[in-house]
């Protein structure tokens, strides 16, 4: 028996790609915008995270390549030696304002953000509070960190409390996604962040696809509650509204001092490349100089929403431009993908053990850059699609 015959014995997606079923590792031939290129045909993008339609901005194109000429492709080593560039400090100060904290700190995926933030934080005999449907590298962040990761029923306040009782007195972490990224729905950061001042533990909040999002400025869903004096830690990514690839940590300054000098993601892996820096910083201009871009997202996020429910889907408990449609069994999932693929609509299928058994979804998440016509155009082929798979 070797090591490696679990990947040689791996067949299940082998199996899945000849029967025609395998919606993953696509591959776009083309800019990420409203519609895209796959395989040659021309699709509309229903599936992306680029909720401000910005990564094809000649704006953010012209930062990244000025950014380029002037620094190179990459800084050849870790932000702790020689890879800290002028550009990462601007860049870190505009991220803190944009937030409302003292300071911030950028990582080179929003991945290793939260694994070094977590990981850093939470000791050997203190504890991480978690919602059941917190983000996977949440989840990975816990379990590189030597606390005990405690889990509570989605944006369950009552069982959020009955954890925090068990462990009053010890040192916690509570970790929430301000908008979850397959149920597409709220944080209920009010509350958590009143549970923390009550048994006196400590708040971080997952921003990721809630900056551009959420607040008349974007900042997200701390902001857009009125909570920013209470979450101790807010983090961001720059794959989606921000156009680019990374993430940051913001905080008091004393926090972000110290997770300099701990976090080991941050300290052993090279820093966020020139382009990148530069391509979030001019997006966050944007952002300030264009707010209907937000005003335009939510009023396609409304129709949407509003059309799917006349039409008989399952949104659950979605308020954001993340919408999920329940469809059931795997069967239902694949099946919509498939049809929708062969329409030229570019869906995502989210499967068991991303979702529980026999709650599959189809994920469609939507930009500000979508016109009427396209989303009426996906519509009708939703329509069609479902009605002919009976699932509304």
Not at 8 to 15: M, V
Not at 20 to 49: A, C, W
Not at 78 to 93: A, C, K, Q, V
Not at 153 to 171: F, P, S, T, Y
Request: hydrophobic share 40%; aromatic share 8%.
């Amino acid at each position: 028996m070797s090591l490696l015959d679990k990947c040689y014995n791996f067949q299940d997606a082998k199996r899945a790609m000849a029967l025609g079923h395998y919606p993953y590792f696509r591959v776009i031939s083309s800019e990420q915008d409203t519609e895209v290129i796959v395989n040659g045909k021309k699709m509309l993008m229903m599936g992306s995270n680029s909720y401000l339609g910005l990564t094809n901005h000649p704006r953010i194109m012209e930062a990244a390549r000025k950014a380029v000429t002037k620094y190179g492709t990459g800084c050849a080593g870790s932000r702790f030696l020689n890879g800290t560039l002028d550009i990462h400090i601007e860049l870190e100060h505009e991220l803190a304002q944009y937030v409302g904290k003292e300071a911030s700190l950028a990582f080179a995926a929003g991945y290793m953000a939260n694994l070094g933030t977590i990981s850093a934080m939470v000791d050997r005999g203190e504890y991480i509070v978690t919602d059941k449907l917190d983000h996977a590298s949440i989840i990975d962040g816990c379990m590189l960190s030597f606390g005990k990761m405690l889990r509570y029923n989605h944006n369950d306040m009552e069982n959020l409390e009955d954890v925090l009782q068990r462990i009053e007195g010890k040192n916690a972490l509570i970790v929430v996604d301000g908008i979850f990224s397959m149920e597409g729905d709220i944080a209920d950061i009010p509350h958590v962040c009143d549970l923390a001042k009550k048994y006196n533990t400590s708040v971080m909040v997952d921003e990721a696809h809630s900056l551009g999002v959420l607040h008349e400025t974007g900042a997200g869903a701390t902001m857009c509650c009125g909570r920013t004096r209470d979450v101790d830690l807010i983090m961001g990514t720059f794959s989606k509204s921000l156009a680019s690839v990374g993430g940051f940590i913001a905080g008091d300054t004393d926090i972000i001092h110290y997770l300099k000098h701990k976090s080991r993601p941050l300290i052993f892996s090279a820093s966020l490349p020139p382009a990148s820096a530069a391509t979030v910083l001019e997006a966050l201009n944007i952002i300030k100089e264009e707010p209907e871009r937000i005003v335009r997202l939510w009023d396609n996020t409304h129709f949407m929403a509003t059309s799917f429910k006349e039409m008989g889907y399952d949104i659950g408990t979605s308020c954001t431009p993340v919408i999920p449609l329940h469809v059931g069994n795997v069967e239902n999932a694949f099946g919509m993908w498939k049809r929708l693929d062969e329409e030229g609509v570019f869906i995502n299928p989210i499967i068991p053990p991303a979702v529980p058994q026999n709650d599959c979804l189809i994920r469609c998440s939507f930009m500000s850059t979508h016109t009427r016509p396209q989303l009426e155009r996906a519509l009708d082929k939703f329509k069609e699609i479902g009605k002919e798979l009976h699932i509304i």
